[in-house]
């Protein structure tokens, strides 16, 4: 068994206002003078510590917690999930 | 007529719900503590408003795991009404028992203001004493109140007449100004409003009357003369 850390990064799927987001691009980026700036989406990210056998599992040993235990609302979020081994 | 009010670590607004229902309307209303079960003889139950775990992850997503929700389903299915307010409509939607998902505010801001809701349903446990397009003033207090649905979803809701409450103006961004779904049988509805700070005068400056209609529509339906 090693260990491993399984970032979940839930964000809003493409379409859905972010806000959160446009404020800090309207309200403190761009009134900074950093006009290459095109946008700028919130987030949260979930870190878990895992231990398991190897990456894919640990892998599939979070998606399934964040599926069964709706971490994250499948109607309006996207999740992206990285697995860094420690 | 048992009316259950389910109380969650964080809820805030039972007991507000408990005394409109036991004092105002006469159930005989009874707390019910999330890990416990419900009694199968309930007659309707309410999810109240509030904070439940603090709003972590995202409102009402972990109370929506909690024990008694199981209980709820089944009654749910069974065609008892269940009436979820503020977080508890988060709660119901969270748990799959109402479609859609309740998020942050347009303006990122916890909203309480009155507002202006227009009935759209009148036919669920709780609007069937309505007229329907009838007004209700009514106040929200919440952060997370921007209802939204997919397009699919959306379609499905306006066909089965599934959005019982919309309010007359913008107020914080909702899809459709939705303010209150029901289930596909319609027993089970959820809003974002409060009707429970908008029953009596002397805590409603506009007119306490429109909001009455939800609980008399319950008293209505569960066939007991006032």
Known sequence: MSNYEVHVIIENKPGISDPEGETILNDLVLKGNEKDIA?????????????????????????????????????????????IEL | MKVGVIVFPGSNCDRDMFHVLSDVFHFDAQYFWH????????????LPGGFSYGDRLRAGVIAAHSPIIKDVRKLA????????VCNGFQILVESGLL?????????????????NLSVENNKTPFTKKFKLNQKIPIPIANGEGRYFVDDETLK??????????RYTDKV???????????????NVVGMMPHPERAVEKEINPIDH??????????????????
Not at chain 1, 63 to 72: A, G, M, N, S, T
Not at chain 2, 35 to 46: G, H, T, W
Not at chain 2, 211 to 226: A, N, P, R, W
């Open chain 2, 35 to 46: 890990e416990k079960s419900l009694p199968k003889n309930i007659d309707a139950v309410v």
């Open chain 1, 39 to 83: 946008k700028i989406k919130t987030g949260k990210m979930l870190k878990f510590s895992v231990s398991a056998k190897d990456k894919n599992s640990a892998k599939s040993r979070v998606e399934k917690i964040c599926d069964e235990l709706r971490i994250y609302n499948p109607m309006v979020s996207k999740v992206t999930i990285n697995v």
């Open chain 2, 156 to 165: 499905e809701l306006k066909k089965k007449n599934q959005i019982v409450f």
């Open chain 2, 77 to 84: 299915e069974k065609g008892i009404p269940i009436l979820g």
């Open chain 2, 209 to 226: 009357k429109p909001s009455s209609l939800i609980f008399e529509s319950l008293i209505s339906s569960l066939g007991v003369k006032k």
């Open chain 2, 172 to 186: 914080n961004g909702s899809l459709n100004q939705i303010a209150g779904v029901c289930n596909d049988d319609g």
């Open chain 2, 99 to 115: 479609p859609g998902v309740l998020l942050k505010n347009e303006s990122l801001n916890f909203m309480c203001e009155w507002t």
